[in-house]
Nanobody, 115 residues
Framework: QVQLVESGGGLVQAGGSLRLSCAAS????????MGWYRQAPGKQRELVAT???????NIIDSVKGRFTISRDNAKNTVYLQMNSLKPEDTAVYYC?????????WGQGTQVTVSS
């Protein structure tokens, strides 16, 4: 029912920054989590960051201190600010939301970090 549209990916040199956006086509209530997964070549899809009810955020250790997740409930949008990017951050990034037991995924956006 809800559609998630991602933007902001691209090619950047190591040490650079990108800001990913994920906008929902319908209202996403604040109690519904929104966040980001990524899948690198030859790797399993992994959870990167989640914005949890009450404004609590979780970020995996490998990107802690470099990535920041934020959310604008009025715009039904979640963001991922990525700084000090490393080649190992290269992946397709997927945003998601959970409504009840239903997961919805964005189309994916490619992030490529060159050495």
């Amino acid at each position: 029912q809800v559609q998630l549209v991602e933007s902001g990916g691209g090619l950047v040199q190591a040490g650079g920054s990108l800001r990913l956006s994920c906008a929902a086509s319908t209202r996403i209530f604040s109690h519904n989590p929104m966040g980001w997964y990524r899948q690198a070549p030859g790797k399993q899809r992994e959870l990167v960051a989640t914005f949890i009810t009450g404004g609590v955020t979780n970020i995996i250790d490998s990107v802690k201190g470099r990535f920041t997740i934020s959310r604008d409930n009025a715009k039904n949008t979640v963001y991922l600010q990525m700084n000090s990017l490393k080649p190992e951050d290269t992946a397709v990034y997927y945003c998601y939301t959970i409504q009840g037991a239903q997961w919805t995924w964005g189309q994916g956006t490619q992030v490529t970090v060159s050495s």
